[in-house]
Each structure stands twice: as structure tokens, then as C-alpha cells.
């Protein structure tokens, strides 16, 4: 299995080439399920029924296959809209049948909102009270949709990060002020972060950037935590925003996770991105951050090794 970060046994400060840590050869990534969907376009191509049918196959990623799977669905339009829907929770299946049926109604046609929109659909598995697992992410195109057969698709379910490319968690807060034009964002602290230097020793800070349909007009940084793999911060960020694009079409906040090492300079450890055109656990919080402004909403977010930014 391949390790992430550096091994147990020590090795030369010169010999450590960070791009080399992730292999150059990547598996395929094994789906963690089906998803079957019935989607029917009104006449006026405005409105659009969704039928979540079943789910087949489930496997939580990292948990041992005798765990019992709770399944449910989260669907979700984007970019741009506040549109959210959630079945039920079935008990103690790998092979639910929901048989859940919502409206999406006043759709754009035409333009490039109408190309660029899609269904996004998170399987989750609840435990408990407060925990849950993301199973995998599915996604179709709205434009995609007239090409099925009688409406129905079976999706393949996928999970949302690949294990060699997690580089542990970051914890980040939002919190979206429409009236005022600002967004504030706190970063918390990370955890399990990966060694990347000499026995271990790794001086992690976070950099964030604001980019605007591609272009960064914003960034800030926070302090560089000595010698730890589990950095607290608390470090408060605010960026203005226009508050003529109240759903901030375009927007995407990319936080960058480095380590500084007073010998051989900066090194990226990952990222994290939060905007529209994020993914599972990711999507779901920008979407709290943008139904609820005014209230603080935090999460944590694995730390993906690499990441391209999407306007």
C-alpha cells in the first residue's frame, strides 16, 4: 500500500524530492456503488423531475466491510443555485431502494448557465447521532440528460478523494455577510498533516486566495506553526465581494496548506477548494455557507495534493 508522506526510517535532507511522494502511476479508482435515476424534462425544457430510484453495491471507503451501511442521498444543482434535496435514511442496506421523487422548477434555457449546470448526488451512510461517511459523489450535465434513453441513468458512484493523494484535514469556517459585500472565513486548525521534512519536522500555514472568474483578486495568510502535524490557527480572513453577484457566481476560494522550511523554501502540501464548482463535503459547505448568511458554518475538508481552479 502506498504511505503518504515520508516512511518510518529517516532519510537525507537532500534526498527528499516531494513531487516523487505521490506515485507516478495511479490506480483506477474503484467505484464505490450505482446510483439509478429517472430524469424528465418539461415541454418548456424549465422545470425538471428527478426520481431517485436505488442505489446498488455501497461500500464505505476506509471502513471495514462489516460496518453496516445507513444510506441516504443528497442531490444538489449547480453552480449557483440554492437548490437542495435529501431522501430518507434506509437502515442496514448496501442495496437501498428510495423511490424519492423532487421538481427542480424555473431552470434557465439557453446561455451558458443552462450548458455549464449539473446534478450532483452525495450517497452518505449515517452512524449514529452527529457522524455519517460520504460513500462517493455522481454527477450528470442538464444538457447531458436528452441523450438517456427513456430518462434513466445508472450513475457510477466514485469517492470523493483517492487515499494517496489525502494529505490529511483542514478545518475552516464561513461566513457570508451579502449586505455588507464581505465573506469571512476563519481557519481553525488541520490534523494528521503529512511529514514532508527530517525526522518528521513540518512548519505548516495555510495561504487563501480569492479568485474571480480565474482571476485572483484577493489573498492572505496565516501563521507558521512549528513542528507540528495538528496546527491550530483561529486565523480570521475577510474578503470583500461584489454585492451586484449576490450568489457569487464565479467565485472560488482556494486554500492552500504549505510547509516552510528555512533551508529548502516553501513546499505545498495541498489544497482545499470552496466555490461552486466544488465536490462532495466541499459543495455541501459552501452551500450552508450560501443558504444561511450571517451564520458561521465550519468543516472539516481533506487535503487534496493537487488541485486546478476552476473559473
Known amino acids: 500500500r502506498s504511505t503518504i508522506g515520508l516512511g ?37 425544457k424549465t422545470s425538471l423531475t428527478v426520481i431517485i430510484i436505488e442505489a446498488q453495491g455501497l461500500i464505505i471507503p476506509g471502513v471495514p466491510n462489516d460496518i453496516e451501511v445507513n444510506p441516504y442521498v443528497k442531490a ?6 440554492a437548490f437542495k434535496y435529501r431522501t430518507k435514511t434506509l437502515r ?13 422548477k424555473d431552470l434557465p434555457t439557453g446561455g451558458d448557465e443552462s450548458e455549464d449546470g449539473a446534478l450532483e448526488f452525495q450517497v452518505y451512510s449515517s452512524h449514529h447521532v452527529s457522524r455519517r461517511h460520504l460513500v462517493g459523489v455522481a454527477s450528470i450535465r442538464l444538457v447531458d440528460i436528452d441523450k438517456l434513453t427513456s430518462g434513466q441513468v ?9 487515499y494517496r493523494m489525502h494529505q490529511g484535514d483542514l478545518r475552516i469556517s464561513g461566513c457570508y455577510q451579502p449586505v455588507a459585500g464581505k465573506i469571512v472565513f476563519n481557519i481553525l486548525e488541520a490534523r494528521n498533516l503529512p511529514r514532508v521534512s527530517l525526522l518528521g519536522a513540518i512548519n505548516p500555514y495555510v495561504k487563501v486566495e480569492m479568485y474571480v472568474n480565474g482571476i485572483r483578486e484577493g489573498k492572505n495568510k496565516c501563521k507558521v506553526r512549528q513542528n507540528t502535524q495538528d496546527p491550530v490557527w483561529h486565523h480570521q480572513v475577510v ?10 457566481l464565479g467565485y472560488v476560494f482556494v486554500f492552500h496548506v504549505l510547509h516552510k522550511d ?19 463535503e466541499q459543495l455541501e459547505h459552501w452551500y450552508e455557507i450560501m443558504e444561511h448568511p450571517h451564520r458561521s458554518t465550519d468543516n472539516w475538508h481533506p487535503i487534496i495534493k493537487t488541485g486546478k481552479i476552476v473559473s
Not at 93 to 101: H, Q, S, Y
Not at 154 to 162: R, S, Y
Not at 239 to 248: A, C, Q, T
Open 76 to 81: 444538489f444543482l449547480v453552480p449557483g443555485r
Open 154 to 162: 445508472e450513475l457510477l458512484v466514485t469517492p470523493q478523494t483517492v
Open 262 to 280: 528555512m533551508m529548502t523554501g516553501v513546499h505545498k502540501i495541498g489544497q482545499v477548494d470552496l466555490g461552486w464548482y466544488s465536490h462532495g
Open 92 to 104: 442496514n442496506t448496501r442495496d437501498p431502494l428510495f423511490l424519492e421523487k423532487f421538481i427542480i
Open 8 to 44: 518510518d526510517t529517516p532519510v537525507a535532507l537532500t534526498e527528499i524530492n516531494l513531487e516523487e511522494l505521490i506515485p507516478r502511476y495511479a490506480p483506477p479508482i474503484k467505484p464505490t456503488g450505482k446510483l439509478k435515476l429517472q430524469l424528465l424534462w418539461a415541454a418548456d
Open 239 to 248: 474578503f470583500e465581494v461584489n454585492r451586484e453577484n449576490p450568489k457569487l
